[in-house]
């Protein structure tokens, strides 16, 4: 599991370190691994030309130290000082000494335009409120470069804990990190400027309460639901679909195609596209009498294509079960109703939604996902799925840890994907998992599913869902 950690966290973890280790060290071992990194990425370091882009303070004083050891490996290295007065003392004598040279910002852009690598070191974790005037042409200069950009720590002019990017800011290639991520190399928009991320191990010392979670394989693995030598389909689980409409029923079909391949043993289905549900998948338990009268589940969908059909909403979220709400329902839900519940809720809304829920714009919530699921979460007092390039999963309670996935693909927006995926939510709420672990669990498949369905082309939603079963064997194996 990857985990990110605030900046007042991780200011405390290097304090505590560097009262323990002779001065300079703590900055030795992220120059170390910020130059190797970028070794690797050059393949040829002899006779490279890099440009270093520093700003004062730690985060210019580790690309001025890295910036030497590659000098020291015949690099050609030049520094390009935004605050010449404010430079890393000990970081710039070493460059120095190492053979590399110091420029003014005025030649920067011809500098950039030569280079075969340009290190991005103008801001670091401390920096607040996007780049300064001075700063922003150098990191338009260093995006639109042909080199290589490795940014150190994070791309300057991203917010580190929320992963918003309030102006211009560098789009880096790759992202050396230090002992551990930060929240805005995990989230959007952030998250797109970072490229590929390298974590370097500097000794941290960290709290296991971590701000964002990243699940791996290995994780998802644990969590999914296996069934034992006396299992039957209702000690694994019965999920109820209730969604599509006489105008949307293949929103029904597609739920049910999620949660039928998503751990559960029956899926029970309540609506006016029976008929669409048993031509395609004719396992399915279906009724037309409603969610009371439909019979025992585990667990309920319920919201899909639903139209305004806010009777059976209302009467799915008083089941004393795990629901959840996604698409038609999430408009039709009321929110004393959700906030009343005992039983778990998961929300599953695409940022149009979540900005109605809020009352804000599209482009609020976008440009502040993680300010977004949290208070989505805290508002209705229920999990809530953020869906997106990255998904963000949030509990009610602010101490614990916002999820984070990132398997999915941009060809997953398309017309029903998230049907799907509300189906397999379900049936892991079904089959026994809490509202976070199924949300993120099934965030996770589903993402996996559809890069294996495309596999770089246009995709369906039925190919995701028929792509499930390779993930989850992908995942388990």
Known sequence: ????????????????????????????????????????????????????????GDNGGDALCAGARLARRGAGVTAVLLAPERAHAGGLAALRRAGGSVAGADSAATLIDRADLVMDGIVGIGGKGGLRPDAAPLAEAASRARAAVVAVDLPSGVDVDTGQ????????????????????????????????????????????????????????????????AESDKYRRGVVGIAAGSARYPGAAVLAVAGALRGGAGAVRYVGPAGEAVLTRFPETLVSDKGPKKAGRVQAWVVGPGAGDDAVTVAQVLEADVPVLIDADGLRLAAREAVGARTAPTLMTPHAGEAAALLGVSREEVEGARLSAVRELAGRYRATVLLKGSTTLVADPDAKTAVRVNATGTSWLATAGSGDVLSGLAGSLLASGLGARDAGSVAAYLHGLAGRYAADGAPVGAQDVAEGIARAWRDVRD
Do not use: N, W
């Open 1 to 56: 599991m990857r985990t990110a950690y605030s900046v007042e966290t991780v200011r405390t973890a290097e304090r505590d370190l560097m009262a323990r280790l002779p001065e300079g060290t703590l900055m030795q071992r992220a120059a170390a691994g910020l130059a190797a990194a970028c070794a690797d990425l050059l393949g040829r370091v002899y006779g490279s030309r890099i440009v270093l882009l520093v700003g004062s």
């Open 165 to 228: 990017v309030p102006g211009a800011a560098v789009r880096a290639d790759l992202t050396v990190t230090f002992g551990t991520h930060k929240p805005g190399l995990l989230v959007d928009p952030a998250r797109e400027y970072a490229g590929t991320v390298r974590l370097v191990d500097i000794g941290l010392e960290l709290p296991e309460a971590a701000q964002l979670e990243a699940l791996q394989h290995a994780d998802v693995a644990r969590m999914l639901p296996v069934p034992g």
